[in-house]
């Protein structure tokens, strides 16, 4: 079954781009949300940011209110997962994964990024691509269908760099749960560069700078 393809806003730092970055918002927000940042995080290299814009839907916990949303979450200890939802949102994220190759840019020079539901996203579709990615970037999340891990997992990107960062009184997502996610995949065996900030359910400048450092390395 296919998706509507996600509406996108795009950024290249220079022309001819050599790598990109799909960079995936929060619960509720959209694309422009972390375009900004594309300003802000100096990288030797061209880029290319690409920031969907997750599907309108009715979130339960929000009272069904409709919004824009990478899942439905239907209670606030996120223990009944939306599973339809995230395999549709990883079909959309594939599309956008195609369509860099398309361009001419391998997958080996792709960064799936996220932010909350799309870190999760990042997380979820990243280490079921059938191709070696550049690296998973998953800020103030954890990892969705945890269970289901270690069954369609790629061999592809077993050894994927990735960043995962979280603020030490998220209320929204709770560190322990992140941490879980993080120890889950240390026990699967990827390698999980791992921050933690004095902050809520956001990102701050020494973030920031984390992830440009982090950027540098795996786009070197």
């Known amino acids: ?16 781009p050599q790598a990109s970055i799909i960079w995936m918002h929060g619960l509720g927000a959209d694309g422009n949300d972390f375009a900004p940042l ?26 069904g209110y409709v919004m824009r949303a990478w899942y439905d979450i239907s209670d606030a200890a996120i223990r009944r997962e939306d599973e339809a939802g995230v395999r549709a949102s990883q079909r959309r994220v594939e599309a956008l994964l195609a369509r860099e190759k398309s361009r001419g840019i391998g997958a080996s020079r792709i960064v799936l990024a996220g932010f909350s539901q799309g870190g999760a996203i990042a997380l979820h579709t990243g280490l079921r ?12 999340t954890y990892v969705p269908l945890g269970d289901r891990l270690t069954m369609e997992a790629n061999p592809a990107n077993r050894g994927v760099p990735i ?14 749960r992140a941490q879980a996610s993080r120890d889950l995949l240390r026990q ?28 540098a390395r795996v786009l070197a």
Not at 129 to 136: N, P, Q, T, V, W
């Open 1 to 16: 079954m296919s998706a509507e393809p996600l509406e996108t806003i795009e950024i290249e730092t220079a022309p001819n």
């Open 38 to 63: 594309a300003d802000e995080i100096e990288l030797p290299v061209a880029l290319r940011y690409i920031f969907p814009h997750a599907p309108m839907m009715p979130v339960t916990i929000n009272g």
């Open 188 to 215: 699967l065996g990827y390698a999980v560069e791992w921050s933690e900030y004095r902050m809520e359910h956001s990102v701050c400048p020494q973030e920031i700078a984390a992830i440009g450092a982090w950027l």
């Open 129 to 140: 691509h059938g191709e070696r990615l550049a690296g998973i970037m998953a800020l103030s």
């Open 163 to 176: 960043f995962m960062a979280h603020g030490t009184h998220d209320p929204m997502i709770p560190s322990a």
